[in-house]
C-alpha cells in the first residue's frame, strides 16, 4: 500500500508540474502575442476616443497632426489643444477661429506657462535673441528687447556687421528660405516673447528621441561657416552614434542619462542634457568657454564654470589628464586661429587707412575673401578641433584659412600699386 501511495503522488506531482508549465507557455504566448499586435499597431493614440472640438474636427482636415499629438506624452499628460493654441479675443497675433482665437503656431510665453525653466534658460542662449540678431542687426530691437539682448552672454560683445550686410543684400524673396529657416529660432512674436521653441522640438510629437539625435541639430549647424555636423559625422562620438545607437536609450528620463544610456554623445548630450553630475539645461552656451563665432574669439565669462560644468559631461567616458590636455590644446588652436584673422586685418589695414575701399559691404571680391577667412574657414577650423574632426580643421580650416591670407596679400599689392602707393 506504501509503494502505491508513493506512485500515486509522484504521478500527481508530475501532473501538477506539466499543468503549471502548460499555463507558463500559455501566458509566455500571450505576452508575446499582445507584443506583436501592439508592435503591429503602433504605439498607443491618447486622442483615440477624444471628442475635443478641436481633436474631431482636425481628424478629418489634417488627420496627421492628430496622429503626431496623440501619440505625445503632452497628449496622455491630458495637454489638450486649447492650452497652447487657444487665445483671449484682444491677445497679439491671435486670429479668429471656430468661435475663438487662437494662435496658428504657439508662442514661447505659451511653452513658458507649463516650461519656465526651460524657456529662462532658453532666453540666456544664443538661439534666443543673439541668433536673430546675427541676422537682421539690432537697430530692429525695441527698447524691452534691447534690454533682454544685452543681458545674454552673447549679446555683450559686438556683432559682426558684415552678416547683417549680407541679409540685407539678398532681399526677403531669398532670405525667407535661407537665413530665416535658422535665424527665426530666436524671432520676436507679438506678444513680446522671443523665438520658436519648435525649431528643435518638432511638432507634434515632441518626441525625445527626435530632440536627441544629432540630425535634429543638422537643420542649421551644417554648411561652410558653421558645419558641426559635418565635424560630428567624422569624430569618435560621430562613428559611435553611426554604428551602435539603435540600442541607446532615445526615451530615458530628462536629467537622468548616464554612459549607460549614452555610450558616446550627441550635440544634446554634450550641450543640454542632464548628464552624469551635470543638470539638463536649454542654455546652448552654458557649457563653452570660447566665444567660437567671433572673428577673434574671446573667452566667455564665467569660462571656468561652463568648463566645469562640459567636463563633467566628458568625465563619464574619459580621464582627467585627458580632458586637461586637450582643453589645453583647445585653447592653443583658437589662439592659433586668432593670430591668423589679426593678420588678415594687418593686411588689408594700408587699403583701409588710404581710401582704397568702397564704403559698401560686399560690391568686391575682395570683401569676400576678407570675410570667408574668418566666417568660413577660420570658424570651421576652431569648431574642427574642439569637435574632433581633423578633416575639417585642416582642409576645410587651416588651409583655407592659409589659401586666403595669400590671395589677400596679392590683392592688396595690386590695388596698392594701382593707386601708385608703395606697396
Known amino acids: 500500500m506504501t509503494g502505491k501511495k508513493g506512485i500515486n503522488s509522484r504521478a500527481l506531482m508530475i501532473g501538477l508540474i506539466a499543468i503549471v508549465v502548460v499555463i507558463g507557455f500559455a501566458l509566455v504566448s500571450l505576452s508575446i502575442g499582445s507584443s506583436r499586435v501592439e508592435a503591429e499597431e503602433g504605439p498607443v493614440n491618447a486622442l483615440a476616443n477624444s471628442k475635443n472640438d478641436c481633436v474631431v474636427c482636425h481628424d478629418r482636415t ?8 496623440g501619440h505625445s506624452t503632452m497628449a496622455a499628460a491630458d495637454v489638450t489643444c486649447e492650452d497652447c493654441h487657444e487665445v483671449e479675443r484682444d491677445y497679439p497675433g ?15 510665453a505659451m511653452c513658458q506657462s507649463c516650461h519656465e525653466n526651460e524657456v529662462n534658460q532658453y532666453y540666456a542662449s544664443r538661439h534666443a535673441l543673439p541668433a536673430y540678431v546675427a541676422m537682421v542687426g539690432a537697430e530692429v530691437l525695441d527698447e524691452d528687447l534691447m534690454a533682454m539682448y544685452q543681458e545674454v552672454t552673447e549679446g555683450q560683445p559686438d556683432p559682426d556687421r558684415a552678416r547683417n550686410a549680407i541679409y540685407h543684400l ?3 524673396a531669398v532670405t525667407r528660405f535661407a537665413c530665416e529657416g535658422c535665424h527665426n529660432i530666436g524671432k ?33 549647424h551644417i554648411g561652410p561657416d558653421h558645419p558641426q555636423f559635418e565635424i560630428y559625422q567624422e569624430s569618435p562620438h560621430g ?26 554623445p550627441t550635440c544634446a548630450t554634450c550641450h543640454f542634457s542632464g548628464f552624469g553630475g551635470t543638470a539638463t539645461t536649454h542654455d546652448s552656451g552654458d557649457r563653452l568657454t570660447w ?15 561652463n568648463a566645469g560644468r562640459m567636463q563633467q559631461v566628458c568625465g563619464e567616458c574619459h580621464n582627467s589628464d585627458f580632458i586637461d590636455d586637450f582643453y589645453t ?29 568702397t564704403a559698401d559691404p560686399f560690391d568686391e571680391p575682395i570683401d569676400f575673401v576678407f570675410f570667408d577667412l574668418w566666417h568660413h574657414w577660420g570658424r570651421t577650423a576652431k569648431f574642427g578641433g574642439w569637435m574632433q574632426g581633423p578633416d575639417y580643421t585642416q582642409w576645410h580650416g587651416a588651409y583655407e584659412v592659409l589659401r586666403e591670407l595669400a590671395e589677400l596679400k596679392e590683392m592688396v599689392h595690386d590695388k596698392l600699386e594701382e593707386a601708385g602707393i608703395e606697396p
Open 94 to 108: 491671435g486670429i479668429e477661429h471656430e468661435g475663438t482665437y487662437v494662435l496658428q503656431s504657439p508662442t514661447t
Open 188 to 220: 520676436p512674436a507679438e506678444d513680446g516673447s522671443v523665438g520658436e521653441c519648435q525649431q528643435c522640438h518638432l511638432r507634434h510629437e515632441f518626441s525625445l528621441e527626435q530632440v536627441r539625435k544629432p540630425e535634429t541639430c543638422s537643420a542649421c
Open 239 to 264: 562613428i559611435s552614434y553611426a554604428v551602435g545607437s539603435d540600442d541607446w536609450n532615445w526615451d530615458a528620463d530628462p536629467g537622468t542619462l548616464t554612459s549607460e544610456d549614452f555610450p558616446a
Open 291 to 305: 566665444f567660437l563665432f567671433m572673428p577673434v574669439s574671446e573667452r566667455r565669462p564665467g569660462y571656468n564654470e
Open 329 to 357: 590644446d583647445g585653447d592653443a588652436l583658437v589662439e592659433a586661429v586668432n593670430a591668423w584673422v589679426l593678420e588678415s586685418r594687418e593686411i588689408i589695414k594700408p587699403l583701409q587707412d588710404n581710401g582704397l575701399l
Open 62 to 69: 489634417t488627420p496627421g497632426i492628430i496622429q503626431q499629438y
Open 170 to 172: 539678398e532681399g526677403p
